[in-house]
């Protein structure tokens, strides 16, 4: 589809973004380190309270605090332009005047949607085959939890499913399909007042 590019997308840089370690762990990474600066400051409050701690433990403790919590601030900085920058760059135009330009419809991914795209784009490439609809279908399964709630409620079993279209990813009749996915998720996200297409209109 000619007016479909990931690779050339705001929305992909930020796929990319999320790979790098800074970006990828800063979550679970800030969480360790206010952990470690709570526990760390603390000792060094119960220590200065209750007069048992040297001067020279109470600086070590609260120099370590100190650190941990500059630690904490940076990765929360992260995670915080990820979060509100780049996991959410700025639309040029709206889904409905796209949907009649020939503009790049990847532009008006979600996150999550752009990053099960990615994946099912990275599968075929690793397989060598083009990107169809069931690889489509089998990273939205493989990569958002929503979908496989969903699927679960309804009494599908999800991993057979995953089997199933793991069967078929080369099966030539779904190319077209990719590509009526994308537009027909387009269109529903469009009518559903959205601004970007999200995994539940693929």
């Known amino acids: 589809m000619e007016n479909f590019d990931l690779k050339k997308s705001s929305i992909g840089n930020a796929v990319k973004l999320r790979s790098i370690f800074l970006f990828k762990f800063a979550g679970p990474l800030r969480k360790i380190f206010f952990f470690l600066f709570s526990l760390v400051f603390f000792t060094f ?8 701690m040297t001067i020279s433990g109470l600086t070590f403790f609260l120099g370590w605090s100190f650190l941990a919590f500059s630690i904490y601030s940076f990765f929360q900085c992260a995670q915080w332009f990820f979060d509100h920058k780049a996991r959410n760059p700025k639309l040029f135009m709206p889904l409905r005047d796209a949907l009649s330009s020939n503009v790049n419809l990847a532009e008006f991914l979600s996150f999550d949607s752009a990053y099960s795209v990615d994946k099912a784009i990275g599968l075929a490439e690793r397989k060598k085959i083009p990107v169809n609809s069931s690889i489509l279908f089998f990273g939205l399964l493989k990569n958002n939890k929503n979908i496989n709630f969903i699927f679960s ?8 499913l995953k089997k199933f279209l793991k069967d078929h990813l080369s099966d030539p009749s779904g190319i077209q399909g990719f590509e009526k996915s994308v537009l027909e998720a387009a269109k529903a996200a469009q009518k559903k007042g959205r601004a970007r297409i999200e995994t539940g209109d693929l």
Not at 45 to 52: A, P, V, W
Not at 153 to 160: G, N, S, Y
């Open 45 to 52: 409050l119960y220590g200065f309270f209750s007069n048992t």
């Open 153 to 160: 409620r309804i009494l599908v079993d999800v991993e057979d």
